[in-house]
């Protein structure tokens, strides 16, 4: 079970506080990472502690298999007014669409292979916390992905409205 503290946040600063936490790490590894807010003075309520685990999980898997010269794009949209839509794409090798069904449960490791060696990290659990904290939102996450070319997960959040 997860708690959420919901709080009012600004899109385009938070999500450039994020993005520019990964900009040593995507340059020492050579990867360009590039951030589209298209509704960045939009308020959105929610716990921007949480959001903040799920974009950090994204976007450092997408640096971990993005390949010398790749790059990653995340970016934002406001669907029907009503739904926040985020979405981290790499250019990395993709996932075997034979492991997409499982990618989100706990302790699955797509490519065993790949996998190792990349600096020790990788439970298998970054995922499936990352779709338990969107689920907590309300919202849905997901993931596309053409071997070889490119991975895109994606997630959206209703507005939260109290009372």
């Known amino acids: 079970h997860i708690n959420l503290h919901y709080e009012t946040i600004k899109l385009e600063p938070y999500l450039d506080r ?3 936490k990964f900009a040593g790490l995507a340059k020492d590894k050579g990867v360009l990472i590039e951030l589209h807010v298209n ?4 308020a959105w309520n929610l716990d921007p502690d949480r959001i903040e685990q799920v974009l950090t999980n994204l976007i450092d898997n997408a640096i971990r298999h993005t390949p010398n010269g790749g790059g ?6 406001i669907i029907n007014g009503s739904l926040l839509h985020l979405e981290v794409k790499n250019t990395g090798p993709g996932i075997p669409a034979e492991d997409l069904p ?7 490791k797509a ?20 779709q338990n904290i969107v689920k907590a939102h309300k919202g849905e996450i997901s993931v596309e992905s053409l071997e070889g070319k490119e991975t895109t997960f994606s997630f959206t959040i209703p507005q939260f ?3």
């Open 39 to 42: 509704d960045g003075d939009t």
């Open 18 to 20: 994020i993005t520019s």
């Open 161 to 163: 409205m109290q009372g």
């Open 72 to 77: 990653i794009t995340i970016r934002q949209n």
């Open 102 to 108: 499982f990618i989100f449960e706990r302790f699955y």
């Open 111 to 130: 490519d065993k292979a790949r996998t190792r060696g990349h600096s020790g990290k990788g439970t298998g659990l970054g995922l499936a916390i990352a």
